[in-house]
C-alpha cells in the first residue's frame, strides 16, 4: 500500500487508551494485541490502527462518534493526527485520490455480522458530508445513500448471525471528477442467496422486503396485490418461525424503502410491477399440489395461482401446466411429462426463486441507471466492497460455500497486495528483509477453484454429466479426486477421530478462517439453478414488464447450457480481484465481539479466533517487518532536525546525508537502522520512542524560545500598529476638521452674500432676498432700542434713529413709550405734587416764551408759604386772620416818591393783599380794585400792580421785588382769579403814582442786576441776560 505510515501524531498520542497504532506495540504478541484491543474496547475505542489498515470491533450499540462534527473534525486532517476512526480511513483515500488522481477501494472484511454494512454506510455518510455539494451532486449523493434502504430490503435478511445480513455481494464505484465532486456511482452486485426465497432456516427470516410489504403496505395496496396483513399465513414468511423479530421494524422500513425507490427514479409503473412480483412470490409459495392415483401432482385453479398469473400478466391455464407438466421436445414434437408432487414443488420453487433472482438484478441495473454519470471526461473512483461475511452455520449448504470461497478469495487479494506492496518497498529501497511466516490461503482457493481439478470444476462436471448424477455422485467425486488434500476431508477419508464429526454426505473444508462443513445436498441442483423451459417460455411473454425484460434477455439461445451458478460466481470473482488489483487498497478489518449481539461484550476466544484468521497478527508483523518505522529522509530530517546542531536551523546538504549525521549525533547504533534509497529504516519502535521523546522536550525549549521572540515581536508589532492607528485617527479628524470650517465659511459666504443684497435691497419691497436681511435689522433695531430707551419723560434726545423700514414703527413706539414714561409718572405724583404741578402749569399758561427768567423758575418746586405765622405780627395776624392768610412772601416794595426800596412782608388773603411793615399794615390792596399786574420780559422780579385809582388820595400802583415771582404771582392769579391781569411788558411798564401822575419803570438787560431812580424819575432796573440752557 501506498499509504503513507505517518505515525509522529500517534505517537504523541500513545499514552491515551491503549496504542492506537498496532504497530507501535512493543511485542508483536497475540497476548498485548488482544489486550490492547480489549481495553480500548471497554472504552468504546472501537477502532485502532495497523499502519492504515483500520481494525473495528463491532460494539453493538450506537456510539455518538458519526455526527457531523465528528465528519467535519476528520477533513482534510492528518491521518494519525486525531484518534483511528473510519472518516479518518475514508478522508485519507479520498485525499490520497485527489492528490495522485488514481483509483482506490476499501476492502471491508469480517464475518457475517462484524459490521462491514455499517461500516459501508458510514463511509458513504462521510462523503456525502464531506465532499463539494451542489444541487446537481446532491441528487446523485441522495441516490446513493438511497440505494441502501432498497437493496437491504431486497437483498438483506435476518441469520442466525445478523438480523441485517447481506445475502448478495456489493461492489459500488463512487466516482469523483478532478474537482473532487462526487458525481456519479456504479454498483456490482454478486450471487444473491436465493434458496432463501423459498425456505430459510430455523431462525432466520426471508428477504426483509416480503415482510415490509404484507407489514407496512397500505390497505389499497394489499386490496390489489391480493396479500393478507399476516405473515403468518404465508408458508415462504414462516419456515425460520421468527417472521416478527423485536429488533425489526418492518413498517418503518417500508416507508424508507418506499421514499428510495422514488429517490431512485422508480417511477410508480415499475413500483407497482416490483411490488407485484413480490406479491407473485408469496402468492407461489402458497400453491399447493394434490397427486393423483399415480403420484402426478395435481393444481386446480385455485386463488393463490389466479393471484400469481394476473399478478405476472400471464395465462393462468399456462401457468398452472408449467407448474405441473414438463415439456420435452422429442424431435420434432413435444411431450408433456407430468410431474410428481415433489417435482412439481420444484419447479414452483425454481420459478420463485428466478424471478426474484432477476428481480434483484434489474433492482441494481435501475440504481446504476439512475446515478449513471453521462460525462466522458476522466473520473477517479473510490471502491467500496462490502460483501457477505465468513459464515459457518450448523447446516451448511451450496450459498455457505459460494460465500465463503468468495471470503476465502478476499483473503487471497488482501495477502497478495499487502505483501506484495511491502516487498516492493523494501526492493525499491534496497533494503535486506527477512521474510515473515504467514498462512497463505492461495491453497484453499486452488481447492476450490483449480481448473479440472477444483471443487467448482468437478460439481460442473457432475451437473453437466449424462446419466444419473446425484449430490452424492458428486461427493464421491471429490473424494476421488482430493483425496490427499489437507484442507478437504469427509466422512470416508477422515480418521476416526474426525470421523465421529461428519455425516456421510457432509464435506468439510479447512478454510483459513475455519473448517466449514458442507452437506452436498442440493448441490447440483443449486449449482444447475434451472428453470423449465415451458415456464421460461411463459413468464418471457409475461405483461409485468420488469418479468418481461428479466427474461426476455436471459439465455435465447436455448440449446447452450447456460453457466453452471458456481462458475458464473468464480468468474465473477475474478473479474473483481482484476478490478481490485488495478485499484490503491485500502482495508477495514470488521471484528465481531461476540456472538450474541450483545453491547459490551467482548468474546476474547471469539476475537482471538478472527484476529488470527484474518491474519491480523501476520499483517502487523509482515508491517514491521523488521523495521517499524520508515520515513522519506526529507520528512525525517523536516522533523527531527532540531536534536542537532549540524542540522539546525538548516541542512545545506542531501537529506539522507543530513539523516546520517542526525542519526549519528542521536547515537543509533548500526543494527538500529538502515538506510535506504529514499527512506530511514528504523527497526525498534522504542528507538523511535527516544527520539520522539527528545523531540518534545526540545519542541519544548524551541517553543519557549519561539514564544519569547514572537512575544516581543508582537508587542512591537502591537506598538506599531497602534501608532499607525493614531496618525490615522488625527490626519482623519483633521480631515473632518477642515471639512467642518470649509462648510462654516461656505455657510458664511452664503449668509454674507445674501447680507449684502438684503442690504442692497433693503428699501424694495419684501423679497426674498432682502426679508432676511430685512427680519435681521428689525430684530438688532428693537433689541438695541431695548437698551437704550429713554428714562425720562424729559429726555427727548436719546430715541434711536431707526433704519427706513422701521421709521413709523418706530415712531409709534416712541409714543408709545413716552406714554408708558407719563403714565407712570402721573401714575406716581402726590396730590401736593399734583397741585404743585397744576399751578406750574397756570405759571407757563403765563410766562412761557414771555419772560427770560421763566425757563430757569420751572424746575423750582412751589412752597405754600415763605413765610410762616410764626415770623407775621401777631397784631396783624389779629387783625387779618378772618380773612384767611393763603400766602405770604417777602417782597422789597419802592417807594412811589423816589422810589425807595423798602423789605415788606406782603401777605395774601381771600380777598387782599397786605403790604405789612413789622406790626403795621401799610396798605391793603383789595382785590377787587387791583386792574392788571405787569411784569418785564426780562430775568428781574419787578412786579407792578396798577390799581383803580380814581381819588387822588388814594395810593397809586405799587412796585415790588419779589425773588419769588412766579410763585407769588401764579397764587395770586389763583386766589383772585386774576391770570389774565398779568401782563409781561417790554421796554417799560407806565405807572400812576397817584391819580393823575404817572411815572414808568424801564426795563434794560445789563452785567449787573441793578435797581435806581434814573435821571429821568423812572424806575430804571437792569436785569442780568438769561442764561440759555
Ligand atoms: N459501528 C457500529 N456501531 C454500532 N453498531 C454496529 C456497528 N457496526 C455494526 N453494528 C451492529 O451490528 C449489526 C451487524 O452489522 P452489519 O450488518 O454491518 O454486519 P456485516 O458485517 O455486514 O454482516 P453480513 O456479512 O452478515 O452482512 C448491525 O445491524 C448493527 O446493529
Ligand atoms: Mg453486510
Redesign the pocket.
Known amino acids: 500500500m501506498q499509504g503513507q505510515l505517518d505515525m509522529e501524531g500517534a505517537l504523541t498520542a500513545r499514552d491515551r487508551v491503549g496504542i492506537q497504532d498496532f504497530v507501535l506495540l512493543d511485542e508483536t504478541t497475540e497476548v498485548a494485541f488482544l489486550s490492547n484491543l480489549k481495553k480500548r474496547f471497554s472504552n468504546d475505542l472501537?477502532y485502532t490502527y495497523i499502519g492504515t489498515l483500520l481494525v473495528?470491533v463491532?460494539?453493538?450499540?450506537?456510539?455518538d462518534i458519526?455526527n457531523k462534527k465528528q465528519m467535519e473534525l476528520y477533513m482534510g486532517i492528518n491521518f494519525f493526527e486525531l484518534p483511528p476512526h473510519i472518516y479518518a480511513l475514508a478522508d485519507n483515500a479520498y485525499q490520497t485520490m485527489l492528490t495522485e488522481f488514481n483509483n482506490h477501494f476499501i476492502l471491508?472484511s469480517?464475518?457475517?455480522?462484524?459490521?462491514?454494512?455499517?461500516?459501508s454506510k458510514?463511509i458513504l455518510q462521510y462523503y456525502a458530508v464531506s465532499c463539494p455539494s451542489t444541487t446537481l451532486l446532491n441528487t446523485v449523493r441522495d441516490k446513493m445513500l438511497m440505494s441502501n434502504p432498497v437493496l437491504e430490503a431486497f437483498g438483506?435478511a435476518k441469520?442466525l448471525?445478523?438480523?441485517?445480513?447481506?445475502r448478495f455481494g456489493k461492489y459500488m464505484d463512487i466516482q469523483f471528477d478532478s474537482q473532487g465532486d462526487a458525481v456519479g456511482g456504479h454498483i456490482l452486485n454478486y450471487l444473491l442467496e436465493k434458496s432463501r426465497v423459498v425456505h430459510q432456516n430455523h431462525g432466520e427470516r426471508n428477504f426483509h422486503i416480503f415482510y415490509q410489504i404484507v407489514e407496512g403496505g397500505e390497505e389499497n395496496l394489499l386490496h390489489q396485490l391480493g396479500l393478507e396483513r399476516d405473515v403468518q399465513h404465508y408458508n415462504y414468511l414462516t419456515q425460520g418461525e421468527c417472521a416478527i423479530v423485536s429488533s425489526i421494524n418492518d413498517r418503518n422500513d417500508w416507508k424508507t424503502v418506499k421514499n428510495a425507490l422514488q429517490i431512485i427514479n422508480i417511477d410508480e409503473i415499475n413500483t407497482n410491477h416490483l411490488f407485484g412480483i413480490v406479491a407473485s412470490v408469496l402468492h407461489l409459495g402458497n400453491v399447493q399440489f394434490d397427486s393423483d392415483s399415480k403420484g402426478h401432482a395435481l393444481l386446480n385453479n385455485n386463488a393463490e395461482l389466479r393471484w400469481v398469473s394476473n399478478l405476472l400478466g400471464v395465462d393462468a391455464h399456462g401457468l398452472q401446466e408449467g407448474l405441473t407438466y414438463r415439456k420435452i421436445e422429442a424431435r420434432k414434437d413435444q411431450i408433456l411429462s407430468p410431474f410428481t408432487v415433489d417435482h412439481a414443488i420444484y419447479a414452483r420453487d425454481a420459478l420463485a426463486k428466478a424471478i426474484y433472482g432477476q428481480t434483484f438484478t434489474w433492482l441494481v441495473s435501475r440504481i446504476n441507471q439512475s446515478m449513471e454519470n453521462k460525462d466522458t471526461s476522466r473520473k477517479t473512483v473510490i471502491g467500496l466492497l462490502?460483501?457477505?461475511?465468513f459464515?459457518v452455520f450448523y447446516v451448511n449448504s451450496f450459498e455457505q460455500f459460494c460465500i465463503n470461497y468468495c471470503n476465502e478469495k478476499l483473503q487471497q487479494l488482501f495477502i497478495q497486495l499487502t505483501l506484495k506492496a511491502e516487498q516492493e518497498e523494501y526492493e525499491a529501497e534496497d533494503i535486506e528483509w527477512e521474510p515473515v511466516q504467514f498462512f497463505n490461503n492461495k491453497i484453499i482457493c486452488d481447492l476450490v477453484e483449480e481448473k479440472h481439478r477444483g471443487i467448482i470444476s468437478i460439481l460442473d462436471e457432475e451437473c453437466l454429466r449424462p446419466g444419473d448424477a446425484t449430490d452424492l455422485t458428486f461427493l464421491e467425486r471429490l473424494e476421488e479426486k482430493m483425496g490427499n488434500h489437507p484442507h478437504f476431508v469427509t466422512h470416508k477419508l477422515a480418521d476416526k477421530m474426525t470421523r465421529k464429526t461428519l455425516e456421510r454426505g457432509d464435506f468439510r473444508l479447512l478454510h483459513y478462517a475455519g473448517e466449514v462443513t458442507y452437506c452436498v445436498v442440493g448441490f447440483l441442483d443449486k449449482n444447475n439453478d434451472l428453470l423449465y423451459r415451458n415456464i421460461k417460455d411463459l413468464i418471457s411473454q409475461s405483461k409485468n414488464a420488469i418479468v418481461r425484460e428479466c427474461f426476455s434477455t436471459v439465455d435465447s439461445d436455448s440449446r447452450r447450457r447456460p453457466e453452471t451458478v458456481a462458475t458464473q460466481f468464480k468468474s465473477s470473482l475474478l473479474k473483481l480481484t482484476e478490478i481490485l488489483m488495478a485499484k490503491e487498497a485500502w482495508y477495514i478489518r470488521?471484528l465481531k465481539s461476540n456472538e450474541s449481539?450483545q453491547p459490551g461484550q467482548f468474546d476474547e476466544a471469539l476475537i482471538r479466533h478472527q484476529v488470527k484468521y484474518l491474519g491480523l497478527m501476520e499483517h502487523l508483523r509482515v508491517r514491521r517487518a523488521g523495521f517499524a518505522y520508515r520515513r522519506k529522509y526529507e520528512v525525517f530530517l523536516k522533523r527531527y532536525k532540531p536534536l542537532c546542531p549540524a542540522t539546525w536551523p538548516h541542512w545545506r546538504g542531501v537529506p539522507a546525508d543530513g539523516v546520517e549525521v542526525l542519526v549519528q549525533h542521536l547515537g543509533y547504533l548500526p543494527n538500529e537502522y538502515k538506510m535506504g534509497r529514499t527512506k530511514i529504516f528504523i527497526r525498534h519502535p522504542r528507538t523511535l520512542y527516544a527520539t520522539e521523546d527528545a523531540f518534545e522536550k526540545c519542541k519544548h525549549e524551541l517553543a519557549t524560545r519561539l514564544q519569547a521572540k514572537y512575544k516581543g515581536y508582537r508587542a512591537k508589532g502591537e506598538f506599531k500598529k497602534q501608532k499607525e492607528a493614531a496618525t490615522k485617527i488625527e490626519t482623519c479628524w483633521r480631515g473632518v476638521q477642515a471639512r467642518k470650517e470649509r462648510e462654516r465659511r461656505a455657510w458664511a459666504v452664503k449668509v454674507i452674500k445674501k447680507f449684502i443684497k438684503g442690504y442692497m435691497e433693503r428699501g424694495q419691497a419684501k423679497s426674498t432676498d432682502n426679508s432676511e436681511y430685512l427680519a435681521f435689522v428689525r430684530q438688532s433695531y428693537l433689541n438695541r432700542l431695548k437698551a437704550n430707551l429713554p428714562k425720562s419723560v424729559l429726555d427727548k434726545t436719546t430715541w434711536l434713529s431707526p433704519p427706513v423700514v422701521l421709521t413709523e414703527t418706530s415712531e409709534i413706539l416712541r409714543k408709545l413709550h413716552y406714554r408708558l414714561m407719563v403714565r407712570k409718572y402721573v401714575r406716581g405724583i402726590t396730590p401736593q405734587k399734583k397741585a404743585q404741578l397744576q399751578l406750574k402749569l397756570i405759571t407757563s399758561s403765563i410766562f412761557k416764551g414771555k419772560k427770560d427768567s421763566y425757563p430757569q423758575s420751572v424746575a423750582q418746586p412751589f412752597v405754600d408759604t415763605r413765610i410762616s405765622e410764626q415770623d407775621i405780627n401777631m397784631r396783624v395776624l389779629q387783625m387779618i386772620r378772618n380773612e384767611h392768610i393763603k400766602y405770604s412772601v417777602p417782597v422789597i416794595k419802592y417807594d412811589r416818591n423816589g422810589f425807595k426800596p423798602r423789605p415788606r412782608q406782603l401777605i395774601l388773603t381771600q380777598t387782599a393783599a397786605y403790604v405789612i411793615e413789622e406790626a403795621k399794615i401799610k396798605e391793603r390792596v383789595l382785590y377787587t380794585s387791583l386792574k392788571g399786574i405787569s411784569v418785564s420780559n426780562l430775568t428781574d422780579g419787578i412786579i407792578v400792580f396798577h390799581m383803580t385809582c380814581e381819588d387822588p388820595k388814594q395810593k397809586g400802583d405799587l412796585v415790588m421785588r419779589c425773588d419769588h415771582l412766579f410763585e407769588f404771582l401764579t397764587k395770586l392769579s389763583v386766589i383772585a382769579n386774576k391770570q389774565n391781569a398779568i401782563k409781561v411788558v417790554q421796554g417799560s411798564i407806565k405807572i400812576e403814582i397817584q391819580a393823575g401822575k404817572e411815572s414808568a419803570v424801564d426795563f434794560s438787560a445789563g452785567q449787573e442786576p441793578m435797581v435806581y431812580k434814573a435821571k429821568n424819575g423812572h424806575l430804571m432796573v437792569v436785569a442780568t441776560r438769561a442764561r440759555t440752557r
Open positions: 472501537i473495528s463491532n460494539p453493538y450499540k450506537e456510539l458519526y471491508i469480517g464475518e457475517s455480522g462484524a459490521g462491514k454494512t455499517e461500516a458510514k438483506n441469520t448471525k445478523n438480523d441485517n445480513s447481506s462490502d460483501i457477505y461475511g459464515e470488521c449481539k
